[in-house]
Every structure is written in C-alpha cells, then in structure tokens.
C-alpha cells in the first residue's frame, strides 16, 4: 500500500518540508511512501472539449498529451493522499487548480464512473477507471505567511475541490501560518512540524480500512460536520448553505454561539457521498429528459428538441461570430 504526498508549493519550500515530515510520520509504521511535486509536471488548463465527458464516445483520458495522465495514475495507484500547498492569494495555487480541472471534473467523479460502467457492461465503448472505485484516506497541510487565519481563509476548503470526485476520505488536516516566502521558516516552528508527523500518522493508520472506519482525527469538527470546513453561505434568511457540500443548515443562535445545524437527511446529500454524487448524474441524465427540461431540472437538452434549439444557437451566435476578434498578445 502506498501513500502519495503532493506538493504544490516550491521545491523544498515550507509546503514540501511540512509533507516529507507527514510521510516521515507515515513510514514509522511501515507505510511505503512516494512525494511528487507538481512543479516537476508540465499540465496544461483545461479547453472544455468534454471528449472526456462523452459518456459514448469518450477516450480514455484527454486530448491534451501533457504530464495529466502521469499525475492521474499516479493518484490512482495510491491507497492514500497527503495535498500540502502554499496559500496564494487566499486559496491554494491556481496551477493546483489547472490540474483538478484537467482530472478531477464529473469525469472521475465515482458516481458517474459507475453510471458509466453500467453502460460498458451493456456494450458501450466508455472511459471507466476502476482504480476510482478504490476507497483512500487522505489529508491536507494548507501553509501561508500570515500569522492571522484571516489571510488563509480558502486554502483547506479549495482542497476539498480537488478530491471529492475521487471521493477521498479526508481524516485529518491542518492549517500552518507565520511561514513568510523564506524556504523551510516552518522549520522553527516545533509545534507544526510535530502536527504534520501527527497528520501523517493518522493517514497511515486509516489507509486499508473500509470507508466507514477512516474516522475524522482533525483538531475540529468545523462548522460542517461532513467536510470539516467552515465556509457558510448566508443568503440572507435561513437555511444557510456549505457551499463546499451543497447541503442546506439552519443557522441558530444558542448561549450566545452561532451554530449552524445540518439534519442527517442534509449531510447524506453532501456531494462528498455517493448519494450526493448521484443527484448531479440525475440532474445531467434525467428519466424523462422532456419533463426534466420544462420544470428547468435540467440543463440537457431533451433529444427531440435538441435538432431545434442547436439551430437556434447557431443563427444567435452568427452575431457573436462576426464581432471583433479577441485582444491577443
Ligand atoms: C503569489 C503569492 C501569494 C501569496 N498569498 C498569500 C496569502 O494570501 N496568504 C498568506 O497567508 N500567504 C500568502 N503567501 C505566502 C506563502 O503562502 C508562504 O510564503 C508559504 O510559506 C509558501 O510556501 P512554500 O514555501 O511551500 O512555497 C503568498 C505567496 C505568494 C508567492
């Protein structure tokens, strides 16, 4: 069994040390251990071709012959994930982003591979990776150089962006300010680098145990039970949203706290479950597309209009067509 860890920061920055002590952390009791930086790979964004996404002709893995396929399998291969990044400008570093874009969209997300096995085992030619079925642990080490949280408020929850279509179950992670642009200023700071052994640990102590087991070991709860993150959108009146989730909490006010409470029924739909993931492969594929398409459940056009509406498009978009070219450098 192997755990990956990845790095998005600098070589030998403050993200890579933090993860190398994880893994350390890791190996002590036996597990086998890979680190791979991300700025080793040459990924390139993402162009929306959806060739990945076409459940009938889809190729396996992408048009775009870079290092993608090399990071896809090694995330496959692995039986646990560390992500350790750098917060820029609030969030983790746009090329981690670049890379969750090319892999990670409804074209690994397990629901949907397992929709589309159904249609393989009929005889459709498919992509289905049945490395995705596999159920990892994992966890995240989001570091900035604030001394205040304030400054590194979307680094742990962007991370959830990256690896909930894999649908990782994410048992620990930790927060690490103070570490400015020097390289390895994490390392005067005992405390994190105990923290990052201890994450690695529990990593390790999770990988190889069925779903259910891999319990949560992070120093918070968080606001939302289900990915431990404290992003809540308020739209002004309750119920209040996990935008990471998609589920719906009440917002009370109890011996002067504000909690925000999330029903069960609420947190099994978090598109972190399965049901939840199924929710989406339903809104994209309902029953009865036509139906579905009326009462606006649906952005797929129903197949006998859909002759209708693509020639709208073209005759709205001859306009847009004949508009000035975009600026290039
Ligand atoms: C472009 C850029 C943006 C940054 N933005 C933030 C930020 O929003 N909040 C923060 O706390 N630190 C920010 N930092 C500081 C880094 O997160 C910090 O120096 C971190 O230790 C770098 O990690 P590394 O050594 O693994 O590369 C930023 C650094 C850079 C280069």
Redo the contacts with the bound molecule.
């Keep these: 069994m192997k755990l990956l860890g990845i790095?998005?920061?600098?070589r030998?920055?403050?993200?890579?040390?933090?993860l190398r002590e994880a893994l350390m952390g890791a190996a002590e009791s036996g597990t086998e251990t890979e680190v791979l930086s991300l700025l080793d790979v040459d990924v390139k964004p993402c162009i929306g071709c959806k060739v990945c996404q076409a459940e009938i002709t889809g190729k396996e893995y992408c048009v775009i012959k870079d290092d993608a396929v090399f990071v896809w399998n090694k995330i496959m291969d692995c039986d646990g994930l560390i992500l350790?990044?750098?917060?820029?400008?609030?969030?983790p570093?746009g090329y981690l982003l670049v890379i969750r874009d090319r892999l990670f969209g409804s074209k690994s997300d397990v629901a949907w591979m397992m929709e589309r096995k159904k249609l393989k085992e009929q005889g459709e030619k498919v992509f289905v990776d049945e490395r995705c079925f596999k159920t990892r642990p994992g966890a995240f080490i989001s570091?900035?150089?604030?001394?205040?949280p304030d400054?590194?408020s979307l680094?742990l929850s962007i991370f959830q962006t990256m690896t909930f279509s894999i649908q990782l179950e994410v048992v620990d992670q930790m927060m690490?300010?103070?570490?400015?642009?020097?390289?390895?200023?994490?390392l005067l700071d005992d405390a994190a680098m105990a923290r990052a052994r201890k994450l690695g640990y529990h990593v390790a102590e999770a990988m190889g145990k069925p779903g259910p087991e891999m319990k949560w070991r992070g120093d918070e709860t968080g606001t939302c039970p289900v990915c431990h993150q404290n992003e809540i959108t308020i739209k002004g009146k309750n119920p209040v949203q996990c935008p990471i989730c998609g589920i719906y909490g009440e917002l009370k006010i109890e011996n002067g706290e504000i909690k925000v409470v999330f029903s069960e029924a609420e947190q099994k739909r978090s598109r972190l479950t399965l049901a939840g993931k199924m929710e989406h492969w339903n809104e994209y594929h309902p029953a009865d597309p036509e139906k579905a398409w009326k009462l606006n459940q649906t952005s797929t056009m129903p197949p006998a209009k859909q002759a209708q509406y693509m020639n709208e498009i073209t005759r709205k978009m001859a306009k847009y067509k004949a508009d000035k070219p975009c600026t290039k450098p």
């Design positions: 790095s998005c920061g600098r030998m920055g403050n993200s890579e040390i933090l350790s990044g750098p917060v820029y400008c609030l969030t570093p570091v900035g150089g604030s001394v205040t400054w590194l680094g690490v300010m103070g570490t400015n642009i020097v390289k390895g200023q994490v």
